[in-house]
């Protein structure tokens, strides 16, 4: 079956994510991936007026929430991985595919689906076992919207128009609490399932198959 076409939109975000190929960690420190990858996400910024909303690395994958209000996502995130691949190809001095096949992603078209996969982002470390907190995590926008290291990214999370069910960042003990609040893991195996159905309008759940109602209920 080929690959289901990329629905474009100026207005509304995306969910993003991509992993290493074979499910292995990144052949070079995370540090420096985080660095590279930073650095071309701002170039993009600058090139196609692309907005990051949140930002996660995660040692085999990222996570992203992002807008593209001019420049179409199939460009911009063909220019991202082709230009990521080779940097880190040439410091590990590998060749190669360094991600395991496309990226994923998800139209994000309602407030609450918004919550969800901003939470669902920023806690995948979490998960993971990577950090007690959500602030914990070095790899995350999260920890420079709170001050705890220089934001090197410019965030338009708060200007796309989905964000009203979500706690003023600026009190960040609020906004932290919210985020170190976990939601049923429903909720997540349905925000996964969306990555690969692509709106949220097509989602069911994989267990009782019911509309994404109950997804809307979860927040």
């Known amino acids: 079956m080929g690959r289901k076409r990329l629905i474009s939109s100026n207005v509304f975000p995306y969910h993003i994510t991509a992993r290493v190929n074979n499910r292995e960690v990144f052949p070079i420190p995370l540090d420096i991936v985080w660095n590279l990858m930073s650095s071309e996400w701002f170039s993009l910024q600058i090139l196609y007026k692309f907005e990051i909303h949140a930002f996660v690395l995660m ?5 992203l929430l992002a807008s593209t209000p001019e420049e179409g996502l199939g460009k911009i995130m063909n220019v991202f991985m082709s230009v990521v691949s080779k940097r880190i190809n040439d410091l590990s001095g590998k060749t190669g595919h360094v991600f395991g096949g496309p990226y994923y992603w998800s139209l994000i078209t309602s407030t609450r689906y918004y919550g969800h996969a901003l939470k669902y982002v920023y806690r995948n470390p979490v998960r993971a076992c990577l950090s007690h907190t959500v602030e914990e995590y070095p790899y995350s926008t999260a920890r420079g919207i709170i001050g705890y290291s220089p934001l090197i990214l410019p965030l338009s999370f708060t200007q796309c128009g989905l964000e009203a069910n979500i706690p003023d960042p600026n009190r960040h003990f609020e906004w932290l609490d919210w985020l170190n609040h976990p939601f049923p893991s429903e909720a997540e195996d349905l925000i996964r399932e969306a990555l690969r159905k692509r709106e949220i ?10 509309p994404i109602e109950l997804l809307k209920k979860l927040l």
Do not use: A, G, I, M
């Open 59 to 63: 040692p085999n994958h990222f996570h």
């Open 201 to 210: 309008h097509e989602l069911k759940s994989p267990t009782s198959r019911r």
